[in-house]
Protein backbone atom coordinates (compact mmCIF):
# COMPACT_ATOMS: atom_id res chain seq x y z
CA UNK A 1 0.00 0.00 0.00
CA UNK A 2 2.93 2.27 1.05
CA UNK A 3 4.38 1.72 -2.23
CA UNK A 4 1.39 2.42 -4.52
CA UNK A 5 1.20 5.69 -2.29
CA UNK A 6 4.77 6.64 -3.32
CA UNK A 7 4.37 5.81 -7.12
CA UNK A 8 0.98 7.77 -7.08
CA UNK A 9 2.34 10.86 -5.54
CA UNK A 10 5.64 10.57 -8.34
CA UNK A 11 2.62 10.34 -10.70
CA UNK A 12 0.87 13.26 -9.55
CA UNK A 13 4.48 15.57 -9.40
CA UNK A 14 5.25 14.69 -12.72
CA UNK A 15 1.73 16.11 -13.85
CA UNK A 16 2.02 19.12 -11.97
CA UNK A 17 5.63 19.65 -13.51
CA UNK A 18 4.27 19.09 -17.10
CA UNK A 19 1.26 21.69 -16.32
CA UNK A 20 3.66 24.50 -15.13
CA UNK A 21 5.91 24.29 -17.52
CA UNK A 22 3.32 24.33 -20.59
CA UNK A 23 0.81 27.28 -18.66
CA UNK A 24 1.88 28.76 -22.18
CA UNK A 25 -1.29 30.96 -22.86
CA UNK A 26 -2.97 32.90 -25.49
CA UNK A 27 -4.68 36.05 -24.86
CA UNK A 28 -7.55 37.07 -27.21
CA UNK A 29 -6.81 40.81 -27.11
CA UNK A 30 -10.01 42.41 -26.24
CA UNK A 31 -11.79 39.47 -25.20
CA UNK A 32 -13.11 39.95 -28.51
CA UNK A 33 -12.26 41.24 -31.97
CA UNK A 34 -9.44 43.39 -32.55
CA UNK A 35 -11.99 46.76 -33.57
CA UNK A 36 -12.32 50.06 -32.68
CA UNK A 37 -13.43 50.20 -28.97
CA UNK A 38 -16.09 51.78 -26.99
CA UNK A 39 -13.66 54.22 -24.92
CA UNK A 40 -10.01 54.50 -25.66
CA UNK A 41 -8.69 53.21 -22.92
CA UNK A 42 -11.11 49.98 -23.84
CA UNK A 43 -7.91 47.72 -24.71
CA UNK A 44 -5.68 49.83 -22.05
CA UNK A 45 -7.75 48.22 -19.67
CA UNK A 46 -8.14 44.97 -20.96
CA UNK A 47 -4.09 44.66 -20.73
CA UNK A 48 -3.96 45.59 -17.03
CA UNK A 49 -6.39 43.31 -15.97
CA UNK A 50 -4.29 40.28 -17.39
CA UNK A 51 -0.91 39.20 -16.61
CA UNK A 52 1.12 38.08 -19.27
CA UNK A 53 4.83 35.44 -19.02
CA UNK A 54 7.21 34.79 -21.63
CA UNK A 55 6.08 32.06 -24.27
CA UNK A 56 2.30 33.67 -24.38
CA UNK A 57 0.55 35.18 -27.25
CA UNK A 58 -1.82 37.44 -28.01
CA UNK A 59 -4.24 36.34 -30.62
CA UNK A 60 -5.82 39.41 -32.40
CA UNK A 61 -9.22 38.82 -34.50
CA UNK A 62 -9.44 40.79 -37.08
CA UNK A 63 -10.87 41.39 -41.07
CA UNK A 64 -7.92 41.34 -43.65
CA UNK A 65 -8.57 44.79 -45.06
CA UNK A 66 -10.32 46.37 -42.41
CA UNK A 67 -7.74 46.10 -40.25
CA UNK A 68 -4.14 45.39 -38.97
CA UNK A 69 -1.75 45.23 -36.34
CA UNK A 70 1.54 46.83 -36.25
CA UNK A 71 4.27 46.18 -33.64
CA UNK A 72 5.80 49.76 -33.09
CA UNK A 73 8.62 51.34 -30.46
CA UNK A 74 6.37 53.24 -27.67
CA UNK A 75 6.97 56.76 -29.54
CA UNK A 76 5.37 55.41 -32.07
CA UNK A 77 2.81 54.04 -29.60
CA UNK A 78 2.12 56.94 -28.01
CA UNK A 79 1.71 59.70 -31.57
CA UNK A 80 0.01 56.76 -33.23
CA UNK A 81 2.29 57.00 -35.96
CA UNK A 82 2.94 53.36 -36.85
CA UNK A 83 4.63 54.22 -40.57
CA UNK A 84 8.34 55.43 -39.63
CA UNK A 85 9.63 52.11 -37.51
CA UNK A 86 7.23 48.86 -37.40
CA UNK A 87 9.09 46.39 -35.52
CA UNK A 88 6.23 43.82 -36.81
CA UNK A 89 3.32 43.82 -39.39
CA UNK A 90 0.43 41.83 -39.53
CA UNK A 91 -1.66 42.55 -42.16
CA UNK A 92 -3.58 39.19 -42.59
CA UNK A 93 -6.17 38.40 -39.93
CA UNK A 94 -6.79 36.71 -37.55
CA UNK A 95 -2.80 36.63 -36.21
CA UNK A 96 -1.29 35.52 -33.00
CA UNK A 97 1.74 37.24 -32.06
CA UNK A 98 4.20 35.20 -29.82
CA UNK A 99 5.82 37.31 -26.82
CA UNK A 100 8.94 35.58 -26.57
CA UNK A 101 11.07 38.12 -24.08
CA UNK A 102 10.32 39.99 -21.15
CA UNK A 103 9.07 43.76 -21.54
CA UNK A 104 6.69 45.63 -23.04
CA UNK A 105 5.11 45.32 -26.73
CA UNK A 106 3.47 47.94 -28.12
CA UNK A 107 0.39 47.24 -31.03
CA UNK A 108 -1.71 49.76 -33.55
CA UNK A 109 -3.72 49.75 -35.75
CA UNK A 110 -2.58 52.22 -38.60
CA UNK A 111 -5.73 51.86 -40.96
CA UNK A 112 -7.44 55.27 -41.35
CA UNK A 113 -7.82 57.09 -37.44
CA UNK A 114 -8.09 53.91 -36.12
CA UNK A 115 -5.22 54.09 -33.66
CA UNK A 116 -6.57 57.71 -32.22
CA UNK A 117 -10.11 56.25 -31.46
CA UNK A 118 -8.43 53.39 -29.43
CA UNK A 119 -6.90 50.49 -31.33
CA UNK A 120 -3.68 49.93 -29.67
CA UNK A 121 -3.10 48.32 -26.57
CA UNK A 122 0.49 47.83 -24.87
CA UNK A 123 0.95 45.14 -22.86
CA UNK A 124 3.87 44.27 -19.81
CA UNK A 125 5.86 40.98 -20.63
CA UNK A 126 7.26 39.09 -17.00
CA UNK A 127 9.39 36.11 -17.14
CA UNK A 128 7.82 32.88 -17.21
CA UNK A 129 5.81 31.63 -14.22
CA UNK A 130 8.23 30.34 -11.05
CA UNK A 131 7.21 27.09 -9.49
CA UNK A 132 8.55 27.31 -6.43
CA UNK A 133 5.46 28.06 -4.52
CA UNK A 134 4.64 24.48 -5.30
CA UNK A 135 5.46 21.36 -3.05
CA UNK A 136 6.90 18.62 -4.66
CA UNK A 137 8.20 16.85 -1.21
CA UNK A 138 7.21 13.19 -1.62
CA UNK A 139 5.65 12.98 2.23
CA UNK A 140 5.10 9.03 3.32
CA UNK A 141 2.62 8.67 5.68
CA UNK A 142 3.38 7.32 9.24
CA UNK A 143 2.31 4.88 11.07
CA UNK A 144 -1.14 4.74 12.13
CA UNK A 145 -0.85 4.84 16.26
CA UNK A 146 -3.61 2.42 16.30
CA UNK A 147 -2.06 -0.13 14.41
CA UNK A 148 1.04 0.36 17.13
CA UNK A 149 -0.87 0.33 19.79
CA UNK A 150 -2.23 -3.16 18.73
CA UNK A 151 0.81 -4.45 17.97
CA UNK A 152 1.34 -7.21 21.02
CA UNK A 153 4.80 -6.67 23.11
CA UNK A 154 7.47 -9.01 23.86
CA UNK A 155 6.53 -11.42 26.79
Request: with cysteine.
Amino acid sequence: MLRLVVILKIVIMGTIVCSINGLKKQHIVGDSIWSIPPTNHFYTNWSSSYSFHTGDSLYFDFDSGLYNVIQVPRGEFDSCSGDDQPLDAFMEGPAAVRLPRKGVYYFVCNVSNYCELGVKVSVVVVDEIISNSVDYSINTPSPSPLVAAQTPSPG
